[in-house]
C-alpha cells in the first residue's frame, strides 16, 4: 500500500541522495584541507630533517651549504621575541584595560575599537614601510633589533588589545562590583581582580600574537633585517638576523642544496611555534578547569 | 563614575565629623594616564601610517602623473626609459587573488558546513585546531611548499609552466586563507540557533535542503565577512607570492607565467640599493598606498556586513 505515488517517491529518493552527496563532498574537502597539513610538513621534514645537526645550530649562515647554520638567526629571534614581548604586552594589557574598565561606551571608545579592527586588516608589509620610515629613518635607530621589534610590536598591537578586551570582558560583573561595594576604587578592582581574573586568557592572546611576530618576514625585510649576518647581537642597537628572514635568503637560491637548508630552518620555525602554541593551549584548558 | 556625595556619618560620641569623597589620588591619576596614553598609540598608529602614505604618495604624484599611474600598462620603475604603469602589478595581485579565491572560497564554506552540521563533536575537536594550526603557519613556510612542491608538481602536469607562475602562488595563497574562512564560518553558521534547523527538519527537508536553504542564509553576514576578510588577507600577502610567483611586472592573462604583485614588488625595492628621495624610492610609498587603501576598504565592507546584516535571534 502506497502513501505517495511513485513519482513522487523517486523524488524523494533523489532529494536524499542529493543531500549524501553534499555532505560527502563536504567530508572530503574537510579531510583534503587537513591532508594538505600533512602533506606539508611532510615535504619540509622529508627535505629538512637531514640537515639539524649540532652543526647546523652552531654555525653562522655560510657560502658553502654543508657549514652553513642558523646561530645568528636563531639568536636574532630569540632578541626579537625578547623585546618585542617588553614593548608589547605593557602596552597592549594597558590598552585593554583602558577600553574595557575606564573608557566607557562613548564615542571616542566606539572610535578607538572601529580604528584597531581596522589596524588588525592592515597587511604586515605596509607595517614594515612605517617601521622603515619611522624608527630607520626618522628616530634613526638604523636596521638594528630595537627597528624591527618595535615595528612587530605595533604589527601585533591590535591582536593582543582585541584578544586582552575579550579576556577581560570574561570576568563577571558580580567580582567588580562586590570590590567595588568595598570601597575599592576602580584601579584598585582592576589591579586586585580583574586583571588576576582574566590573566590567563590575556596571556594566552599574547602568546599567539608573539607567535605571529616570529613567523613574520615582510615587514623585517623591509626595514632590512640583513640576510647575512656572521656574528651575534650584543645589544638591541646592533644589526640582526631573524629565522624567517634566513628561510628566505636560502629558499631564494637556486641551489637545491640552500632549499635544504631552508627546510631544516622552517623544521626549528615551526618547533619554535609548537612549543608557543602549546603554551597557550595548556593555559587555556587550565584555567577552563579551574572555573569549571 | 558618579560623583558620591558627602555622607554625614556619626563618628565617635557628639563628633561633627563627615566622611568626604576620598581626596585626589595622584597614583591612580597617573596611572589612569598611562592606559589612556597605551590606548591611544593605536590611533597614533594609523595616523602615522595615513600621514606617511600621504606626503610621500604626494611627492611621488609630483613627478609622475596620476594618468601615467593608474592606466600606465608598462611598469618599469628603476630603468631608463622608466614608465610608472601600475596596472600589470595591480592585475598580479588580481591573478592570485582571483584564483585563491576560486579555490578557497567554496572549499572554505564546505568545510564551514562539514565542521558545523555533519561532523561529530569528537572529530570537530581534532579538526578545528588542526585548521587553526594551518592558519597559524608562516607564509615563509607556504612561499617554500609552493616553490619546492607545488610548482614542480604542476609541471608534471603542465610542462611548459615556468619557475615562477601565478597559479602555483595562487594555489598555495588559497590553501593559506582556507582555515580563516573555514573558521570564521563555522562560527557563524554554528550561531544558527538549532530551533531553525528543527523546524526545516520536522517539514520533512533534506540535510541538503536544511543547510543551503536554511542554515548558510541564515549565516550568510558571517560567511561573507570572513569572504572579504580572507580576500583583503590575500592581497596583502607577501612571502609566499614574492618565493613563488617572481618578480616580473606581467599584463598577460596566463597564469603559468612569472608575474609580479604589488607586495612582491615592495620586497624587491627594500632588497635592491634604491636611494632614499629618488623617485624609484617612492614609488613604494604610492604603491603601499594602493595596496593599504585597498585592504582597508574591504575590511571596513566586511564590518559593515557584519553589523548592517547580521540576524539577530534570542
Given at each position: 500500500?502506497?502513501?505517495?505515488?511513485?513519482?513522487?517517491?523517486?523524488?524523494?529518493?533523489?532529494?536524499?541522495?542529493?543531500?549524501?552527496?553534499?555532505?560527502?563532498?563536504?567530508?572530503?574537502?574537510?579531510?583534503?584541507?587537513?591532508?594538505?597539513?600533512?602533506?606539508?610538513?611532510?615535504?619540509?621534514?622529508?627535505?629538512?630533517?637531514?640537515?639539524?645537526?649540532?652543526?647546523?645550530?652552531?654555525?653562522?649562515?655560510?657560502?658553502?651549504?654543508?657549514?652553513?647554520?642558523?646561530?645568528?638567526?636563531?639568536?636574532?629571534?630569540?632578541?626579537?621575541?625578547?623585546?618585542?614581548?617588553?614593548?608589547?604586552?605593557?602596552?597592549?594589557?594597558?590598552?585593554?584595560?583602558?577600553?574595557?574598565?575606564?573608557?566607557?561606551?562613548?564615542?571616542?571608545?566606539?572610535?578607538?575599537?572601529?580604528?584597531?579592527?581596522?589596524?588588525?586588516?592592515?597587511?604586515?608589509?605596509?607595517?614594515?614601510?612605517?617601521?622603515?620610515?619611522?624608527?630607520?629613518?626618522?628616530?634613526?635607530?638604523?636596521?638594528?633589533?630595537?627597528?624591527?621589534?618595535?615595528?612587530?610590536?605595533?604589527?601585533?598591537?591590535?591582536?593582543?588589545?582585541?584578544?586582552?578586551?575579550?579576556?577581560?570582558?570574561?570576568?563577571?560583573?558580580?567580582?567588580?562590583?562586590?570590590?567595588?561595594?568595598?570601597?575599592?576604587?576602580?584601579?584598585?578592582?582592576?589591579?586586585?581582580?580583574?586583571?588576576?581574573?582574566?590573566?590567563?586568557?590575556?596571556?594566552?592572546?599574547?602568546?599567539?600574537?608573539?607567535?605571529?611576530?616570529?613567523?613574520?618576514?615582510?615587514?623585517?625585510?623591509?626595514?632590512?633585517?640583513?640576510?647575512?649576518?656572521?656574528?651575534?647581537?650584543?645589544?638591541?642597537?646592533?644589526?640582526?638576523?631573524?629565522?624567517?628572514?634566513?628561510?628566505?635568503?636560502?629558499?631564494?637560491r637556486p641551489q637545491p642544496e640552500f632549499h635544504e637548508l631552508a627546510a631544516a630552518g622552517i623544521i626549528v620555525l615551526l618547533v619554535v611555534l609548537l612549543l608557543m602554541n602549546a603554551t597557550a593551549i595548556y593555559i587555556r584548558s587550565r584555567t577552563e578547569r579551574r572555573?569549571? | 563614575?558618579?560623583?558620591?556625595?558627602?555622607?554625614?556619618?556619626?563618628?565617635?560620641?557628639?563628633?561633627?565629623?563627615?566622611?568626604?569623597?576620598?581626596?585626589?589620588?595622584?597614583?591612580?591619576?597617573?596611572?589612569?594616564?598611562?592606559?589612556?596614553?597605551?590606548?591611544?598609540?593605536?590611533?597614533?598608529?594609523?595616523?602615522?601610517?595615513?600621514?606617511?602614505?600621504?606626503?610621500?604618495?604626494?611627492?611621488?604624484?609630483?613627478?609622475?602623473?596620476?594618468?601615467?599611474?593608474?592606466?600606465?600598462?608598462?611598469?618599469?620603475?628603476?630603468?631608463?626609459?622608466?614608465?610608472?604603469?601600475?596596472?600589470?602589478?595591480?592585475?598580479?595581485?588580481?591573478?592570485?587573488?582571483?584564483?585563491?579565491?576560486?579555490?578557497?572560497?567554496?572549499?572554505?564554506?564546505?568545510?564551514?558546513?562539514?565542521?558545523?552540521?555533519?561532523?561529530?563533536?569528537?572529530?570537530?575537536?581534532?579538526?578545528?585546531?588542526?585548521?587553526?594550526?594551518?592558519?597559524?603557519?608562516?607564509?615563509?613556510?607556504?612561499?617554500?611548499?609552493?616553490?619546492?612542491?607545488?610548482?614542480?608538481?604542476?609541471?608534471?602536469?603542465?610542462?611548459?609552466?615556468?619557475?615562477?607562475?601565478?597559479?602555483?602562488?595562487?594555489?598555495?595563497?588559497?590553501?593559506?586563507?582556507?582555515?580563516?574562512?573555514?573558521?570564521?564560518?563555522?562560527?557563524?553558521?554554528?550561531?544558527?540557533?538549532?530551533?531553525?534547523?528543527?523546524?526545516?527538519?520536522?517539514?520533512?527537508?533534506?540535510?541538503?535542503?536544511?543547510?543551503?536553504?536554511?542554515?548558510?542564509?541564515?549565516?550568510?553576514?558571517?560567511?561573507?565577512?570572513?569572504?572579504?576578510?580572507?580576500?583583503?588577507?590575500?592581497?596583502?600577502?607577501?612571502?609566499?607570492?614574492?618565493?613563488?610567483?617572481?618578480?616580473?611586472?606581467?599584463?598577460?592573462?596566463?597564469?603559468?607565467?612569472?608575474?609580479?604583485?604589488?607586495?612582491?614588488?615592495?620586497?624587491?625595492?627594500?632588497?635592491?640599493?634604491?636611494?632614499?628621495?629618488?623617485?624609484?624610492?617612492?614609488?613604494?610609498?604610492?604603491?603601499?598606498?594602493?595596496?593599504?587603501?585597498?585592504?582597508?576598504?574591504?575590511?571596513?565592507?566586511?564590518?559593515?556586513?557584519?553589523?548592517?546584516?547580521?540576524?539577530?535571534?534570542?
Open positions: 500500500m502506497a502513501f505517495i505515488s511513485e513519482q513522487e517517491y523517486q523524488n524523494l529518493q533523489h532529494r536524499h541522495r542529493k543531500a549524501r552527496v553534499f555532505q560527502r563532498c563536504c567530508a572530503a574537502v574537510t579531510w583534503a584541507s587537513v591532508f594538505l597539513l600533512a602533506v606539508l610538513l611532510y615535504q619540509v621534514c622529508a627535505d629538512g630533517l637531514g640537515w639539524l645537526d649540532w652543526q647546523f645550530f652552531n654555525s653562522f649562515p655560510s657560502r658553502f651549504p654543508d657549514r652553513a647554520g642558523i646561530k645568528s638567526a636563531l639568536v636574532g629571534t630569540l632578541w626579537m621575541i625578547a623585546l618585542v614581548a617588553v614593548f608589547s604586552i605593557p602596552v597592549g594589557i594597558s590598552s585593554a584595560l583602558y577600553l574595557e574598565e575606564f573608557a566607557g561606551k562613548g564615542k571616542f571608545a566606539k572610535f578607538v575599537e572601529l580604528n584597531i579592527s581596522n589596524l588588525s586588516g592592515v597587511p604586515s608589509i605596509v607595517y614594515g614601510i612605517l617601521g622603515l620610515a619611522i624608527f630607520v629613518r626618522y628616530f634613526a635607530l638604523e636596521r638594528s633589533l630595537i627597528s624591527g621589534a618595535l615595528t612587530m610590536s605595533l604589527l601585533i598591537l591590535p591582536t593582543i588589545i582585541i584578544a586582552g578586551r575579550e579576556a577581560i570582558r570574561g570576568v563577571p560583573m558580580s567580582i567588580r562590583y562586590a570590590a567595588l561595594s568595598l570601597g575599592a576604587t576602580r584601579w584598585q578592582t582592576t589591579w586586585a581582580h580583574v586583571l588576576p581574573a582574566s590573566f590567563p586568557g590575556i596571556m594566552t592572546g599574547v602568546i599567539l600574537a608573539l607567535s605571529r611576530a616570529i613567523g613574520e618576514t615582510a615587514p623585517l625585510i623591509l626595514i632590512g633585517a640583513m640576510t647575512f649576518v656572521a656574528f651575534l647581537p650584543q645589544g638591541p642597537m646592533d644589526s640582526f638576523t631573524a629565522l624567517p628572514i634566513q628561510i628566505y635568503n636560502w629558499v631564494s572555573l569549571k | 563614575m558618579e560623583q558620591l556625595s558627602p555622607i554625614e556619618f556619626p563618628v565617635g560620641k557628639g563628633s561633627n565629623t563627615s566622611i568626604h569623597k576620598a581626596g585626589m589620588r595622584w597614583g591612580e591619576f597617573v596611572i589612569k594616564i598611562w592606559l589612556q596614553v597605551c590606548a591611544l598609540i593605536s590611533l597614533v598608529t594609523t595616523a602615522a601610517v595615513v600621514v606617511l602614505l600621504l606626503v610621500e604618495s604626494v611627492k611621488f604624484f609630483k613627478v609622475v602623473s596620476p594618468l601615467e599611474f593608474f592606466f600606465g600598462t608598462r611598469w618599469v620603475p628603476l630603468l631608463e626609459p622608466s614608465s610608472f604603469g601600475v596596472l600589470p602589478l595591480l592585475w598580479g595581485t588580481m591573478l592570485i587573488t582571483i584564483g585563491a579565491a576560486v579555490i578557497a572560497l567554496p572549499m572554505g564554506l564546505a568545510c564551514a558546513i562539514y565542521l558545523s552540521e555533519y561532523a561529530s563533536d569528537k572529530i570537530r575537536a581534532w579538526v578545528k585546531p588542526t585548521l587553526e594550526l594551518l592558519a597559524g603557519i608562516p607564509t615563509i613556510v607556504y612561499g617554500y611548499f609552493a616553490l619546492t612542491f607545488v610548482t614542480p608538481l604542476l609541471k608534471t602536469f603542465i610542462p611548459n609552466i615556468q619557475v615562477f607562475n601565478a597559479l602555483s602562488g595562487a594555489i598555495v595563497v588559497g590553501i593559506m586563507i582556507l582555515p580563516m574562512i573555514a573558521t570564521l564560518s563555522d562560527n557563524a553558521l554554528r550561531s544558527v540557533p538549532i530551533s531553525l534547523r528543527q523546524a526545516a527538519y520536522a517539514l520533512g527537508a533534506t540535510s541538503y535542503e536544511v543547510t543551503t536553504k536554511v542554515v548558510v542564509p541564515a549565516g550568510l553576514s558571517g560567511v561573507m565577512a570572513s569572504y572579504l576578510l580572507a580576500i583583503s588577507r590575500a592581497i596583502g600577502e607577501t612571502m609566499a607570492v614574492t618565493i613563488a610567483s617572481g618578480q616580473t611586472p606581467n599584463l598577460s592573462l596566463s597564469m603559468l607565467e612569472s608575474i609580479q604583485t604589488m607586495t612582491a614588488y615592495i620586497v624587491q625595492i627594500s632588497l635592491g640599493d634604491t636611494p632614499a628621495g629618488s623617485v624609484g624610492y617612492q614609488t613604494l610609498f604610492a604603491v603601499a598606498t594602493m595596496l593599504f587603501l585597498i585592504t582597508l576598504v574591504l575590511n571596513i565592507i566586511s564590518q559593515w556586513i557584519l553589523s548592517r546584516f547580521r540576524e539577530v535571534y534570542d
